[in-house]
């Protein structure tokens, strides 16, 4: 059984930074897409980054107000995706949450919560002015 973990919310203020980390265990993964979405009080759940590989092909993508301040990464040995998140802003105040594919995505479908096979339990992210 898959599980993901995520770590390194918190509080902090305009133009600071944090580091997100989802874990993933119970299974190693040849091809698969992790993906951050986050969901802020009273709105939807969005897409925000999402990771995808297959061999060593890898793919990052970006929704377009975060694209030059977040960067996905991944630790292959340590089955851990990151996402780094500086010069952050009110409006990225959320609950941030982890979520895998068993496969690599097409890139239409990154962005549909339905193609992700597994979640973790989120971690706020508080942005203050």
């Known amino acids: 059984q898959v599980q993901l973990v995520e770590s390194g919310g918190g509080s902090v203020q305009a133009g600071g930074s944090l580091r997100l980390s989802c874990a993933a265990s119970?299974?190693?993964?040849?091809?698969?897409?992790v993906a951050w979405f986050r969901q802020a009080p009273g709105k939807e759940r969005m897409f925000v980054s999402a990771?995808?590989?297959?061999?060593?092909?890898?793919?990052?993508h970006y929704t377009e107000s975060v694209k030059g301040r977040f960067t996905i990464s991944r630790d292959r040995a340590r089955n851990v995706v990151y996402l780094q998140m500086s010069s952050l802003r009110p409006e990225d105040t959320a609950v941030y949450y982890c979520?895998?594919?068993?496969?690599?995505?097409?890139?239409?479908?990154?962005?549909?919560?339905?193609?992700?096979?597994?979640w973790g339990q989120g971690t706020q992210v508080t942005v203050s002015s």
């Open positions: 979520s895998l594919a068993n496969s690599r995505l097409i890139v239409s479908r990154l962005w549909t919560e339905d193609n992700y096979d597994y």
């Open positions: 119970g299974s190693t993964f040849s091809s698969a897409t």
């Open positions: 990771l995808r590989w297959s061999g060593g092909n890898t793919g990052t």
